[in-house]
């Protein structure tokens, strides 16, 4: 579409600016180039490579430096954050994959089950690249770019890998942050022991975000889905560019049948029971403004979107009327998500800041911004 083409092109020119610059204001930096030459290093001497995409992302999250430097029997693609992308484009993503022979999963990092199914895949393959071999222990390197959630897929199989190990207190821990760039070097830890066959480590490695950005789209895609930091970008252009995918989206329309009145939405809240005496009372649990992501808040954000989106007579393909209805969404929600500053240049950055949360967490819809395409 056009205007999203406008609005992805003037942020994505932004990224590959940043991408250009050494040092301070940019993001490839001496300890990234170095982290990149480690695993590059290490790749030869693994088992396994599971490079971890963006299930939002498929395409634009691909960890390009694989593509020369591992061979495909030795590498698993893992699609995380499935709760945050589309489920029917996520199949079809996972289907082009496989048709690429590649070993592919998706996944939620916090979901036992789905780690528990991760860690069956990853033994199932290493026993076939180890045919003949026995009492062997496996290394299996986790690569991506950054904040695709390398650490906490690694957090939770070092975790769910060792329920029944003897030395279970002595577990563990990636440092797990929603900024990206946390992991600073290579970490091991163990995640299958003596209670399974094979032995299997994992390697947890930094992110590397590539250093030439191949066009505007794919660094707007990375920047909104927090490949890197927002303050680099501006987190006001970052909510703007999510505001003109959700109006062109269809998310919105689920949001239909929400309460009209903040009443109606406190009345469903179940009620608290508190002991007093010999009595026990019921309250609505205490509600706290500030904290946007309280699902009364997020009701009241997705209402105001909602009547916004739909009462709108203009026509979102053009340009201009795109900026007019993001402005009235930024100026609507300074009410629903309780935004109070002297100036509108921080009521706006506050507005925008709590967007992106709740985009992020998955709190405003499920969106796959890639498209399935013949290139992996």
Not at 71 to 86: E, G, P, R, T, Y
Not at 119 to 147: F, H, W
Request: charged share 25%.
């Amino acid at each position: 579409m056009a205007t999203l083409a406008s609005f992805s092109s003037r942020l994505g020119a932004v990224v590959r600016e940043l991408a250009s610059k050494k040092g301070p204001g940019g993001w490839y930096s001496r300890h990234m180039a170095a982290a990149e030459r480690a695993i590059l290093d290490r790749i030869p001497l693994v088992d396994l490579v599971v490079e971890v995409r963006d299930a939002r992302i498929p395409s634009t999250s691909a960890f390009e430096c694989l593509r020369k430097a591992c061979c495909s029997h030795k590498q698993v693609i893992v699609l995380n954050k499935l709760d945050l992308a589309d489920n029917f484009l996520t199949e079809r993503w996972l289907k082009h994959f496989k048709n690429q022979n590649y070993i592919t999963y998706g996944l939620n990092a916090h979901n036992k089950d789905s780690i528990k199914e991760l860690l069956r895949i990853l033994r199932a393959r290493v026993k076939e690249l180890k045919v003949g071999e026995s009492n062997y222990t496996a290394t299996i390197l986790l690569t991506g770019i950054p904040n695709v959630g390398k650490s906490a897929i690694a957090n939770s199989m070092h975790q769910i890998g060792r329920i029944g190990a003897a030395e279970k207190g002595k577990l563990k821990h990636a440092v797990v942050n929603p900024h990206p760039g946390e992991t600073k070097d290579i970490s091991s830890y163990k995640a299958c022991g003596f209670h399974c066959h094979p032995n299997l480590y994992v390697l947890d490695s930094p992110g590397i975000l590539r250093l030439k950005i191949a066009h505007n789209e794919m660094g707007a895609k990375l920047a909104l889905t927090g490949a890197m930091e927002d303050f680099l970008i501006g987190e006001y252009d970052l909510a703007r560019y999510f505001l003109a995918i959700l109006n062109l989206s269809e998310e919105y329309k689920r949001w239909e049948k929400l309460k009209d009145t903040l009443d109606d939405t406190l009345s469903s809240v179940s009620l608290e029971k508190h002991v007093v005496g010999r009595d026990t009372i019921q309250r609505k649990p205490r509600q706290y403004p500030s904290d946007h992501t309280q699902d009364f808040i997020v009701k009241d954000v997705r209402q105001t979107l909602f009547k916004i989106i739909s009462s709108f007579e203009g026509h979102l393909e053009k340009e201009n009327d795109m900026e007019k209805i993001i402005e009235s969404q930024f100026i609507a929600l300074q009410e629903a998500l309780k935004v109070s500053s002297e100036s509108s240049e921080d009521r706006y950055k506050a507005v925008a800041v709590k967007l992106l949360n709740l985009y992020r967490t998955g709190r405003l819809g499920r969106y796959t911004l890639d498209l399935v395409s013949s290139e992996v």
